[in-house]
């Protein structure tokens, strides 16, 4: 098999479900020959079922050691967290998360500061993200988080609603916070070559049926949680594999990711924009849309702020005028 890299991968928490399939997913694509599977729980049972699925000339290493996991790391997945559990929030997982990204960002800077890339998807992905990068020492464009859920699942809901593929459903996407406070924009949508804008609002989809799926899609975790009884796994290793595909220089990774933002309108923050992620890391702009998707977007940066002033309350992270001291790249 050719591989994509044979720099190190790390993936965090592979001895959890998001963990295993993350290893296998990563495998199957033939990103690196060099993974390192590492977990506070002993992750050698995962190691020895990717042992004996038959991937050749793989080096797969199961270790519940930081030091070892980390070092020459040079791409590093987390699913590290608390799972998420029937009627919490992802805000409820905030002050435990945070803590275990404190210990992450301190580890990669320790260990691995010259990593290339860092993909964090245990929840609250914002905050989680956005500690991590802040201890790392990292640039910005370095740390990304798991946001393409949200879009997927809208992508998946208006193709379910007008019998189309999912690859029909072209310009979807959902940006801000990652859940509940998303900000769902609609206005470049187009199904099947037609513009959802003109559709909305019609016989064929009233605009009560567009605020229900809308509704529907921000509480697609809870709903996977009622259907299978434990929270998603297998969408997220995934989509968080392509991104850091993507981010070893493999194919483009097609939806939206967490990035901090710091500009005129968005400050200290991490979360969806319209983003690039590649092998230089992401890039994004500041998405457009009609004025009420442009308001739900600042409605959720405030949320977000919110929380990460929540952080600072808990003094898991400084105020932000002292970010800098701790990572000169903020």
Not at 109 to 114: E, G, L, N, S, T
Not at 140 to 168: C, E, G, H, I
Not at 232 to 237: D, E, I, K, N
Not at 303 to 330: A, F, Q, Y
């Amino acid at each position: 098999m050719a591989f994509l890299t044979n720099d190190k991968l790390v993936i965090v928490g592979a001895a959890g479900m998001i963990g295993s399939n993350m290893v296998q997913t990563a495998l199957m694509m033939g990103l690196t020959n060099n993974i390192c599977l590492y977990d506070v729980f002993s992750p050698e049972g995962v190691a020895e079922e990717m042992r004996q699925s038959g991937f050749g000339d793989v080096n797969i290493v199961a270790t519940t050691d930081v030091k070892e996991a980390f070092t020459n790391a040079k791409y590093i997945i987390s699913s590290g967290g608390a799972p998420r559990k029937d009627g919490m929030t992802r805000e409820d997982l905030l002050a435990g998360n945070c803590k275990i990204a404190e210990e992450l960002g301190m580890d990669i800077k320790r260990y691995c500061p010259d990593v290339k890339h860092v993909v964090i998807i245990f929840n609250p992905a914002d905050l989680t993200g956005l500690v991590t990068l802040l201890y790392s020492g990292l640039k910005p464009s370095q740390v990304t988080t798991l946001a393409a859920l949200d879009t997927t699942r809208l992508q998946n809901a208006l193709a379910k609603k007008f019998n189309v593929m999912r690859s029909q459903i072209t310009g979807c996407a959902t940006y801000g916070g990652h859940g509940e406070q998303m900000a769902v924009f609609g206005s470049h949508v187009e199904i099947a070559g037609r513009k959802l804008i003109d559709i909305m609002g019609t016989d064929e989809f009233p605009r009560e049926e567009w605020e229900h799926m809308k509704r529907d899609v921000t509480l697609g975790g809870a709903q996977i949680i009622k259907l299978r009884g434990r929270s998603s796994f297998q969408s997220p290793a995934y989509l968080s594999v392509e991104m850091i595909r993507a981010a070893m220089g493999g194919e483009k990774f097609n939806y939206p990711v967490g990035t901090y933002v710091n500009n005129d309108k968005y400050n200290h923050i991490m979360m969806a924009m319209d983003t690039t992620l590649d092998e230089n890391g992401a890039s994004y702009k500041v998405p457009q849309g009609i004025p009420s998707e442009n308001a739900r977007l600042d409605a959720s940066y405030e949320h977000l702020c919110k929380m990460r002033d929540e952080l600072v309350t808990l003094g898991i992270v400084p105020p932000i005028s002292e970010w800098s001291k701790i990572n000169p790249n903020l």
